[in-house]
């Protein structure tokens, strides 16, 4: 830590905000909104500030629940995707979708597709690395008729049935690591290890971030985390930025800084999760140089 005296240097990191799945969906909403008003179904990105943003354009948020008044209106598909009930649903309801499903993710989706049929045909297993609820595993389960076996550690296996083929992948933003410890652990419990398919559909834009965060944090005195609290993303990059750097703080928006987090520091790092916007972070370096009164 400095000793106050010298210029505070705040630094954004180049490497965090919006990854190209989000950047897509926003791009999509945006265009759209220009005939209108258009609904998305849940949050088109899991942080309040910029929800609220592209509310003031004409989007509102929405739940399943909706749909059935929606008839006639256009509903958006966020970049977590859908399963396919829901774009029956719209079909039947006479909705206009407008998907803007991440194409990594959609990507996924149809190997999902995929490996159930394989699976199916061999009485086998589909092993999906997942959060449960999150919103890309729902969809990603809807693609398996609902019969994914989902797995968020290892205490989780105990479900999977080692003596029958396996197919094991992983939600796109899941950790590298976990994923490669329980593929392993699959591995080694299978009564038949040829019968195991390991698939790695962890996104590499998001999963490269672990350790360019890494070390990014190890290089500034004091750390500012910026997501929303809905971001299973933003949950784990906090996480890493802990390990490299004791010194770091998790807010959701500017309002939430505090003073004395800044004494005595020299330089101050600002990153986010990859549901954090610009414009965001650039407003929260703005508060730290003018709490610190050094700008």
């Not at 897509?24 to 609220?52: K, P, Q, T, W």
């Not at 049929?117 to 595993?137: T, Y």
């Not at 296996?157 to 690591?177: E, G, H, K, M």
Request: charged share 25%; net charge negative; hydrophobic share 40%.
């Amino acid at each position: 830590m400095g000793t106050g005296n010298k210029t505070i240097h705040v630094e954004i990191d180049g490497k965090s905000g919006f990854c190209f799945g989000v950047v897509n969906a926003i791009s999509r909403a945006e265009s759209s909104l220009a005939a209108g008003e258009v609904y998305s179904l849940g949050d088109i990105v899991h942080n309040g500030l910029e929800v609220r943003r592209l509310e003031a354009l004409g989007l509102h948020a929405v739940g399943y629940d909706d749909l059935e008044r929606l008839s006639g209106k256009r509903v958006l598909i966020r970049a977590h995707g859908e399963p396919p009930s829901t774009y029956a649903k719209a079909a039947s309801l006479g909705i206009d979708v407008i998907d803007a499903t991440c194409p990594v993710v959609a990507k996924l989706q149809r190997l999902v597709a995929a490996a159930y049929a394989e699976m199916s045909a061999c009485g086998g297993q589909v092993v999906i690395l997942g959060k449960r609820g999150h919103a890309e595993v729902v969809g990603l389960a809807g693609h398996a008729d609902g019969r994914a076996i989902i797995v968020e550690n290892e205490a989780d296996l105990d479900a999977v049935d080692f003596a029958r083929p396996i197919y094991f992948l992983a939600q796109t933003t899941q950790s590298l690591t976990l994923f490669g410890r329980l593929a392993d652990i699959i591995c080694n419990r299978a009564q038949y290890p040829d019968n195991v398919t390991i698939r790695d559909t962890i996104c590499r834009q998001v999963s490269s971030r672990e350790a360019m965060l890494r070390e990014f944090a190890a290089r500034f005195d004091v750390v500012v985390f910026v997501c929303g609290r809905k971001s299973s993303n933003g949950k784990v990059l906090y996480g890493v930025c802990c390990e490299a750097n004791p010194h770091c703080y998790n807010i959701e928006d500017a309002n939430e800084l505090q003073p004395q987090w800044f004494e005595g520091c020299d330089t101050v790092g600002i990153c986010g999760a990859t549901s954090t916007p610009q414009w965001l972070m650039e407003e929260v370096a703005e508060e730290v140089r003018r709490m610190s009164g050094r700008e």
